[in-house]
Every structure is written in structure tokens, then in C-alpha cells.
């Protein structure tokens, strides 16, 4: 599976942007694969941020960002993506999509579940 993801840059403290992440080369109907983002620090470990399970499964989020941060995704376009509102300087970091057709529910949240992972996309919010 490629994961291509796109979006980020630059935004003000209390703005808004949104992250996609394209899918392609998938074996399954994307629609099965448990898909999530995590962000991560230099010299830090990936944090996850939310998670949509597959076949219309449930949604999962970080204490952190919940209730800012909205994860979706279109199974017909093979697509996901975040919506965050009311950004803060601490959400500053290098956002990863990621991907796995057999994630359970006990291990959303664990980046070692997943197999597959774009390439990371930079946010940066000033304060």
C-alpha cells in the first residue's frame, strides 16, 4: 500500500487546515483498512491522533485533540483525511497517515499496528 499525503504548511494559532493522504496499491477494498494519523516530534515518538476503523467502523481520538480535530475518510476515492480547527502552537509537527487492513480494536491507537505510512507532512502553527 502507498500512502501519499498532502497538506499542512504554515497556519496561525486558532486557524484551521486539513491533511489528506491518497491510497493506492492496496491488495483489500480500502474500505476494510483501519486508517489513522499520528504526528510526531524530532527525538520524539510517534503520538497518535485519530483513527477510523474499517468496514464503517468506530472513530478514535487523542484526548489532545478531540473535539478540534476531525478524522474522515472517502472509501470511494480511496482517501482519508484530518480536519483540524483551533490549532495551538503545541500541535506544531510532522503529521504521518497510516494504514493497516487488521488493526483491532485494542491497538488503534498503537503506531506499531499499522504496516503502512505516508511520507509525513509538516504542520506548523504560530502562535
Known amino acids: 500500500v502507498q500512502l501519499q499525503a498532502s497538506g499542512g504548511g504554515l497556519v496561525q494559532a486558532g486557524g484551521s487546515t486539513r491533511l489528506s493522504c491518497a491510497a493506492s496499491?492496496?491488495?483489500?477494498?480500502?474500505?476494510?483498512?483501519?486508517v489513522a494519523w499520528f504526528r510526531q516530534l524530532p527525538g520524539k515518538e510517534r503520538e497518535f491522533i485519530a483513527a477510523f476503523r474499517g468496514n464503517g467502523g468506530s472513530t478514535h481520538y487523542s484526548d489532545s485533540v478531540k473535539g478540534r480535530f476531525t478524522i474522515s475518510r472517502d472509501n470511494a476515492k480511496n482517501e482519508m483525511h484530518l480536519q483540524m480547527n483551533s490549532l495551538k502552537p503545541e500541535d506544531t509537527a510532522v503529521y504521518y497517515c497510516?494504514?493497516?487492513?487488521?488493526?483491532?480494536?485494542?491497538?488503534?491507537?498503537?503506531?506499531?499496528?499499522?504496516?503502512?505510512w505516508g511520507q509525513g507532512t509538516q504542520v506548523t502553527v504560530s502562535s
Open positions: 497510516a494504514a493497516d487492513a487488521n488493526v483491532i480494536l485494542s491497538s488503534v491507537r498503537l503506531s506499531q499496528a499499522y504496516d503502512w
Open positions: 496499491g492496496h491488495n483489500y477494498s480500502f474500505r476494510r483498512y483501519t
